[in-house]
């Protein structure tokens, strides 16, 4: 009897698939979500296009061709990107300083040893949960509105642009950190503490060597973007690439604007590049060989020797921060934040800007995450290129032609969209689409499509080889391995890094907020331009409430959806 | 002479489960104790309520003498520190150099400067040198923790609690993760070094047979209870077949 003889003689016994209603239920809501948000952009309604700016268009990016290539403005871009370069460096060293050390008060493990000895656990979550709410608030500002903030309070100095990607990355970096103490397994941990050891040294000898190379390799993530968030900074006028881009842009000199766009690609996509390389070389299972100890070694010098380099280069003013200027500076906002100005007429209109706000989020995280799983399988080096699981054994000329073509261009095109900053393509986007939170969208969903999709691709790179290879060895064809092995193992994480890009995208609509694309954001940006603080704070309380909801509700989607 | 571990009724559990239920033990220092008996009798129960990870319901620990349940913090961990413990997993700090992880048998004396500065520059080297000289890998002081077998691992287990010098070492199924031959040297190897420096012994042992060879006495635990408590010549084969007995339905 052969297997294909097997028939099921009884078809009453073959099982349902189970009804996965909760997905069904997100499903729907995130459908409804999605014609909401399209209607608030006035998609049903209103005209949004200009056509008059595709003209203008198809020029700036016809210079692309002819790039300014004149030796004094090569010069000015070398400066402008040595200035990006050195507060990103700067940013990140003090924002790992400070993140590290707020690591420990943030994690579960560190008040679980303080209390150890209390029979229940409830003063150890207490004391954690005030530590990661308060951690919630700088970081829910985004470092734009930061940057807006300390060129109020201390000047347009490189002290702001530092500090302004200091405090927001030094609490991400400290929420990281203490879940990657949480996540390594204490057992040693707690050896060494029930042979007498002092809990603070058996940290340092148990927890913390383990935990090392994920700490090393998310500090150098957070270079990465870094890079980007300096970039993003200059527009508001510190400095940099960020600020000759809109230079450029706002007199309409397009040759200028590329070469400063090639420099930031240079720039963001060698950042990135080191920083993956060396990301894959930590977390891999061999990551003791000499060679890759020397690559580890060499980077961690290298960014140590960046520090007081970039510190030079720039010369921040820390003496403004302390300086009697700023403190007489911190006490008058002070004075006249409080009390907050809130108008009982006001609330209609406050929760109408936070349904745009939302909306536009929505629409970006949405235009980014399907972007990005697309472009995720054609830039990932595991699949279209030769020797990948989708290409033939024996593969034609072409087809290896072809494979490394598209994984070519889908790279150069996901380098491009998140190097140039969001305000920018917001800007962009301006020439075509008239202002409102259309283009907000559009441009937040380009950018981060750009960081989504490399992203993603590291998923499909991380994918276990060993299934997808015994589907390929079995006889299926690239498409049928694609469908059976590559997509629903790469699911879930795509998932999970779309829904986490909706809280990111929903804190970046400040950041377009200042070219006019509607919602929380432009009002957070006029308050603070107009000084008009007791406003300002109601606007935040808002958004952060706003942002709070969104983690809320994606934390709660990521939980449920198996 | 203070027993160094004294037992009064003591019961423990895990939620429904009861893990200990009426124990009464006296161990003398020197002593050289197996405890025996199939898995889940609450043999690491056992052994974590008498290095104080764990408290008991109900019922008395009594280390050197005192009762660990009354201890402050501090006095706690001065008692921990004279208790060792190998464990069937190693327990090491796999990304460490070995010299890092015998020091970490330092740290309940050391300071948090100290520890922290030996991290950088090790300290203590020549003691260390020697704990590896007594369990016989001299040449691995410097070597990457991962990279060791078995039972290398557990020899620098072993290397770790004799720098913390305890007065009593517990080995929780010490060579349970060993092949054979490994199993014999690490069990000679631990009876080496406690009668050299005349420490006391208590191990469990999943199995039998080194209970015989390597121990003044036997401790047969099942269902949470002690079944025979006795010196290896008086244990008959009908004690071990009734210990290690499949429930009948």
Request: with cysteine.
């Amino acid at each position: 009897m052969s297997f294909t003889a097997l028939k099921p003689s009884d078809t009453r016994n073959v099982p349902s698939p189970p009804p996965l209603w909760h997905r069904r239920f997100w499903l729907l809501s995130f459908g409804v979500a999605l014609v909401f948000s399209l209607g608030q952009t006035g998609f049903f309604r209103e005209e949004l296009v200009n056509y008059g700016g595709v003209a203008l268009i198809g020029r700036v990016f016809g210079a692309a061709l002819h790039p300014d290539l004149s030796l004094s403005f090569l010069r000015l871009t070398l400066d402008a990107t040595l200035v990006t370069l050195a507060y990103a460096v700067c940013g990140t060293a003090f924002s790992l300083i400070f993140g590290s050390l707020l690591a420990l008060p943030a994690s579960q493990i560190f008040w679980k040893t303080v209390f150890r000895h209390d029979a229940s656990s409830r003063r150890a979550r207490v004391c954690w949960l005030t530590v990661r709410t308060l951690l919630a608030i700088p970081r829910g500002i985004h470092e734009f509105l930061w940057g807006l903030i300390f060129i109020n309070i201390l000047g347009l100095d490189p002290i702001s642009a530092i500090l302004a990607i200091t405090i927001p990355f030094g609490s991400i970096v400290a929420k990281v950190y203490s879940e990657t103490l949480d996540e390594t397994s204490p057992v040693v941990f707690n050896a060494l503490l029930n042979s007498g050891a002092k809990p603070f040294p058996a940290l340092f000898y148990a927890l913390i060597p383990q935990a090392i190379p994920d700490l090393v390799s998310y500090a150098f993530y957070r270079f990465e973007c870094a890079i980007r968030a300096a970039a993003v900074l200059g527009v508001i006028g510190v400095g940099g690439l960020g600020y000759q881009i809109l230079l450029s842009l706002q007199s309409l000199k397009y040759q200028e604007l590329w070469t400063l766009f090639f420099a930031l690609m240079v720039l963001s996509g060698g950042a990135d590049l080191w920083s993956s390389v060396l990301r894959k070389r930590l977390t891999q299972e061999q990551s003791d060989s000499a060679s890759i100890r020397f690559l580890v070694r060499g980077s961690i010098l290298l960014a140590i020797v960046l520090l007081p380099v970039s510190l030079g280069y720039v010369q921040p003013d820390f003496g403004r921060i302390f300086s009697e200027r700023t403190g007489r500076l911190i006490i008058s906002i002070t004075d006249q934040a409080f009390p907050p100005r809130y108008e009982p007429g006001q609330t209609g209109y406050m929760l109408a800007l936070s349904m745009k706000t939302l909306a536009m989020s929505l629409l970006a995280m949405v235009f980014a995450s399907f972007g990005g799983m697309v472009f995720a399988f054609f830039a990932a080096r595991n699949l279209l290129l030769p020797g990948g699981i989708m290409i033939p054994e024996k593969a034609s000329l072409w087809q290896r032609f072809s494979g490394r073509l598209v994984w070519v261009v889908s790279r150069m095109i996901l380098l491009f969209t998140r190097a140039i900053p969001a305000p920018i393509w917001a800007l962009i986007c301006l020439f075509v689409l008239f202002p409102g939170i259309l283009p907000g969208a559009i441009a937040l969903g380009l950018y981060n499509f750009g960081i989504l999709g490399r992203l993603m691709a590291e998923v499909v790179e991380h994918l276990d080889p060993r299934p997808l290879n015994a589907l390929k060895h079995q006889g299926a064809s690239g498409w049928q391995v694609f469908f059976y092995g590559v997509l629903p193992s790469a699911m879930p994480r795509f998932l999970a890094y779309s829904l986490y890009r909706w809280e990111v995208c929903l804190r970046a609509t400040v950041i377009v907020g200042l070219v006019g694309a509607g919602g929380l954001g432009r009002l957070l940006t006029e308050q603070l331009s107009s000084f008009d603080y007791r406003g300002l704070g109601v606007t935040l309380a808002y958004f952060i409430a706003l942002t709070f909801f969104v983690d809320l509700v994606s934390a709660f989607v990521r939980k449920t959806w198996h | 002479m203070t027993p160094i571990f004294e037992l009064k009724n003591v019961c423990k559990s895990f939620g429904k489960v009861t893990a200990l239920d009426g124990i009464n033990l006296t161990i003398m220092p020197t002593e050289r104790v197996a405890i025996v008996g199939p898995s889940g009798a609450g043999k690491t129960t056992l052994l974590n309520l008498l290095n104080g990870s764990i408290r008991p319901d109900a019922g008395e620990v009594r280390v050197l003498g005192q009762n660990l349940t009354t201890l402050s913090r501090k006095q706690l961990r001065h008692i921990q520190r004279q208790i060792g413990t190998v464990y069937q997993q190693f327990h090491l700090v796999e990304p460490l150099r070995v010299i890092h992880n015998i020091n970490a048998g330092h740290l309940g004396h050391w300071s948090a400067t100290k520890a922290l500065f030996s991290l950088i520059k090790p300290l203590a080297v020549a003691q260390a040198q020697e704990a590896l000289v007594q369990v016989g890998i001299p040449e691995k002081l410097y070597a990457q923790t991962s990279h060791l077998s078995g039972g290398q691992k557990q020899r620098v287990a072993l290397a770790r609690v004799l720098v913390q010098n305890p007065q009593a070492i517990l080995a929780d199924e010490p060579i349970s993760n060993l092949d054979p031959r490994r199993r014999h040297e690490i069990m000679d190897l631990i009876r080496r070094l406690v009668d050299q420096t005349g420490k006391t012994l208590i191990l469990n042992l999943h199995s039998i047979e080194f209970a015989y060879t390597h121990c003044h006495r036997i401790i047969g635990l099942r269902h949470g209870r002690i079944q025979f408590d006795d010196v290896p010549e008086r244990i008959s084969e009908q004690h071990v077949h009734e210990l290690y007995r499949l429930e009948t339905l």
